[in-house]
């Protein structure tokens, strides 16, 4: 039974009627619901009814002692958090050491100064506190990541089960692939969880929390996109959307990254007054994502990297310029690099202990497939050893076009 209420509860365990007065009356009068026991055996007995948050305990005791009953807590899983300060006139190291093997968190020398117990009750009730909110807050990652984990499962079975045709089959292939930037994201911002956490700062564990909502989000739309593409014409797919504001919100996602928030040096151009055009969302993130992740993968050995975001139109076309300072495509790589499997990186299985990016070859190859739809296109530049420009070529009367063909 825990305490139902602000209040801290103190056992205190002694055989010293007068050091239990004393106490009590000192820690009461602080406002701490206090409970006392003068042998080990009918402390462990009291704590199964009402759970204290800090225990006291006397060394020196009959039957039990103070070490054997603080063994006695800590093998059980339902008192092991309960922080146990011994009370003792012992002061022989092997005595402190041995009270702390056991689970002790601290000491107090008998006869005990009234203020030092108040400050070292007050300190390790800090740290318990701090340490049941580090938990919670694992906890509450964990079943996010569990619920995704079980959400992709579960559509990644309606996918296949919907399968048609081999397009299809070959989409579940860059689903996989697509699914790294978003997971990506989790992962990341699982870390900066983990180091936040530590300091307890609620405003930045909650923004953490945001991220991985957000990635959680683009893997529902990814495979809710995915799952339906095989029963849904290509202009029942069409929204009126602005790219810009597409592109607004996945940089935001993208802050996760920490190469791409804190090494990468970003110009971000985004075109006024950029119409609207019928685009799919999820198709455009994905294409961003893995534009994005390429460019910085190209950098990776760069000291000074340095990537370029551009919106821009004409009056037939709109444009997104993704263009990156890294290594460069040699000529005869160019025409290679939009088709299935092929890669520059080095397979992931070669380089499983190294954090030089991999590749799949997926990436390029489902950015064409993702295009197909808009009626778009995709162009690249690059200059070995100078950078890479890729140019996504979206045009502005595609969904008159796609009523055309219908």
């Given amino acids: 039974m825990n305490n139902t209420n602000n209040q801290k509860i103190i056992l205190i365990v002694d055989d010293n009627p007068a050091n239990l007065g004393t106490l009590f009356k000192f820690l009461t009068d602080l406002n701490f619901k206090v409970l006392v026991a003068t042998d080990g055996e009918s402390a462990i007995e009291q704590i199964n009814y009402l759970r204290p948050d800090i225990v006291l305990l006397d060394v020196m005791m009959p039957g039990i002692d103070g070490f054997e009953t603080c063994r006695r807590l800590k093998i059980n899983p339902d008192t092991i958090d309960i922080p146990v300060i011994f009370l003792t006139a012992l002061s022989e190291t092997v005595d402190k050491v041995r009270g702390f093997s056991l689970g002790g968190v601290d000491y107090i020398t008998k006869p005990v100064q009234y203020e030092e117990v108040l400050v070292r009750v007050k300190t390790h009730l800090t740290i318990s506190d701090l340490q049941q909110q580090l938990k919670q807050k694992n906890n509450e990652l964990s079943d996010i990541n569990q619920h995704l984990e079980k959400l992709v499962e579960v559509?990644?079975?309606?996918?296949?089960?919907?399968?048609?045709?081999?397009?299809?089959?070959?989409?579940?292939?860059?689903?996989?692939?697509?699914?790294?930037?978003?997971?990506?994201?989790?992962?990341?911002?699982?870390?900066?969880?983990?180091?936040?956490?530590?300091?307890?700062?609620?405003?930045?564990?909650?923004?953490?929390?945001?991220?991985?909502?957000?990635?959680?989000?683009?893997?529902?739309?990814?495979?809710?996109?995915?799952s339906h593409r095989s029963t849904m014409d290509k202009q029942e797919q069409l929204q009126l959307l602005d790219l810009n504001q597409i592109i607004q919100e996945e940089i935001k996602l993208l802050g996760a990254n920490y190469q791409f928030k804190h090494k990468a040096k970003k110009e971000i151009v985004l075109a006024e007054d950029l119409p609207e055009i019928g685009l799919i969302y999820t198709n455009i993130s994905q294409i961003f994502h893995n534009l994005i992740n390429n460019a910085l993968d190209a950098m990776w050995h760069n000291t000074d990297q340095k990537m370029a975001i551009i919106t821009r139109q004409d009056e037939n076309y709109v444009y997104l310029d993704v263009k990156d300072s890294g290594c460069g495509i040699a000529p005869e790589e160019i025409s290679k690099i939009f088709e299935i499997f092929y890669t520059s990186k080095p397979a992931k299985e070669i380089n499983k202990q190294s954090e030089e990016p991999t590749g799949t070859g997926l990436g390029l190859f489902t950015c064409i497939e993702l295009l197909k739809p808009l009626g778009g296109e995709m162009k690249v530049e690059s200059k070995v050893g100078e950078g890479t420009t890729f140019t996504v070529v979206l045009p502005k009367n595609n969904t008159d076009t796609l009523l055309a063909d219908n």
Avoid: F, W
Wanted: glycine share 4%; proline share 1%; no cysteine.
């Fill in 155 to 226: 559509k990644t079975k309606e996918l296949i089960t919907q399968e048609k045709s081999a397009m299809i089959g070959r989409l579940t292939q860059g689903m996989v692939h697509n699914l790294r930037n978003p997971l990506q994201t989790i992962l990341l911002s699982s870390t900066l969880i983990q180091a936040e956490a530590e300091d307890i700062e609620q405003e930045s564990i909650l923004e953490d929390i945001q991220y991985i909502q957000m990635a959680g989000k683009r893997i529902q739309e990814m495979l809710d996109n995915l």
